[in-house]
T-cell receptor
Framework: DTEVTQTPKHLVMGMTNKKSLKCEQHMGHRAMYWYKQKAKKPPELMFVYSYEKLSINESVPSRFSPECPNSSLLNLHLHALQPEDSALYLC??????????FGPGTRLTVL | GQQVMQIPQYQHVQEGEDFTTYCNSSTTLSNIQWYKQRPGGHPVFLIQLVKSGEVKKQKRLTFQFGEAKKNSSLHITATQTTDVGTYFCAGLRSNDYKLSFGAGTTVTVRA
């Protein structure tokens, strides 16, 4: 299985809502990532987990809260988001920081 | 901030013609990776270059890594409509293992 899955595919939420994005991989990869991608821009790194521990936080606002329950799962908890947070949220995984396998993404709209 | 520069931002190509996209880093890279993102899709890994001066080919695509491991190029010959998409280079920084994406080259093809 060389696939990274993400749910949901689309999400619309209000600024007062709490929601979570989910990501799963069964490739045994020990590094997992959250990226944010705005239209016509490259992916922008948010968080990196290595061996289930948060190793990089790119100064992301606290309204985004990552969680790695186990080596196959990665969540991104969302609370009190702003309209400018609307974007494609991509999860990725890699083995030893080599090539990254991206999931299909969650397209988030904040109203 | 972004440390990998990529040009051109847009490339409009006549079907059958060749084109090249270039990446340049301000710092020496551990490796450079290339990804392709189709419209509405997610980044898909194409190749990774690790060695100084390395050249790799995939059918009509030729990838190069500079001698100083600071620049790279992707050359596509005989462009086809299936080449449409955005091509990102991404440099892996050796000090923190973060993947730094270039801005991307968005390719459109005239039949």
């Amino acid at each position: 299985d060389t696939e990274v899955t993400q749910t949901p595919k689309h999400l619309v939420m209000g600024m007062t809502n709490k929601k979570s994005l989910k990501c799963e991989q069964h490739m045994g990869h020990r590094a997992m990532y959250w990226y944010k991608q705005k239209a016509k821009k490259p992916p922008e790194l948010m968080f990196v987990y290595s061996y289930e521990k948060l190793s990089i936080n790119e100064s992301v606002p606290s309204r985004f809260s990552p969680e790695c329950p186990n080596s196959s799962l990665l969540n991104l908890h969302l609370h009190a988001l702003q309209p400018e947070d609307s974007a494609l949220y991509l999860c990725a995984s890699s083995q030893d920081f080599q090539r990254e396998f991206f999931g299909p993404g969650t397209r988030l709209t904040v109203l | 901030g972004q440390q990998v520069m990529q040009i051109p931002q847009y490339q409009h190509v006549q079907e059958g013609e060749d084109f090249t996209t270039y990446c340049n880093s301000s710092t020496t890279l551990s490796n450079i990776q290339w990804y392709k993102q189709r419209p509405g899709g997610h980044p898909v890994f194409l190749i990774q270059l690790v060695k100084s001066g390395e050249v790799k080919k995939q059918k009509r695509l030729t990838f190069q890594f500079g001698e100083a491991k600071k620049n790279s190029s992707l050359h596509i010959t005989a462009t086809q409509t299936t080449d449409v998409g955005t091509y990102f280079c991404a440099g892996l920084r050796s000090n923190d293992y973060k993947l730094s994406f270039g801005a991307g080259t968005t390719v459109t093809v005239r039949a």
